[in-house]
């Protein structure tokens, strides 16, 4: 298993386009961490068990789809999964600015591959569609940082999926200590009392 600082490399962005642009919790806390970590061999063990290529796209376009709503379920409290469909459901994710935006992207890229496949019933295999193959490869070189040129398209994708995921889930803990904080009666008390001194300064 990698260093929690090399994940933390592969999944960050740049400050100030999201609200989160590195993970907060995991290299900290121990509880959060293992969680992470024994979810990430979950995900990878479900990933590299498939053979087939249809069947490792559209379980893996799933797997995106389901992370995003664990995502978005941490910051909205009644978020529904069956509000949106997988195309709204980035874009939400994206409309909230909260990680990094090429992890959203990378989810965009396995889902339009999901459409290619589920839409196709000749598409058999992922060397046939290398307009997406050649867009996640450059998603899983830039999260994994080294050269990927060895890996067949099949690998390229089974890393792709693995990684977003991956990339998704480590933001968890963030978000459900921001929705904790927010909601808390001594963060309400601190916004009011921040509210009262602007008021007095005029702004």
Known sequence: MKSFDIYSKAYGG???ESLFHTPLLPAHNKKSAEIFYNRVSEIAN?????????ILVIHGALLIESSIDDLMGEIMIKYSNKDF??????KLAKAFSIIPSHLLD??????????????????????????????????????????????SDTEVF?????????GIQVYRPGL?????????????????EKAIYLDKLGK
Do not use: C, W
């Open 46 to 54: 479900y990933i590299f068990s498939f053979n087939d290529d249809r």
């Open 14 to 16: 740049q400050q100030g």
């Open 158 to 166: 089974q890393n792709l999926i693995l990684n977003t995921a991956a």
């Open 176 to 192: 459900q200590l921001l929705n904790v904080t927010i909601r808390s009666a001594e963060f309400l008390r601190q916004l009011e």
């Open 85 to 90: 469909n997988f195309s709204a459901k980035i």
């Open 106 to 151: 990378s989810a965009d890229n396995i889902r339009q591959t999901r459409n290619d496949f589920a839409h196709k019933l000749d598409l058999k295999d992922l060397s046939k569609d290398p307009g997406k193959v050649s867009i996640a490869r450059q998603h899983v070189k830039k999260m994994l940082n080294e050269d990927i040129n060895g890996m």
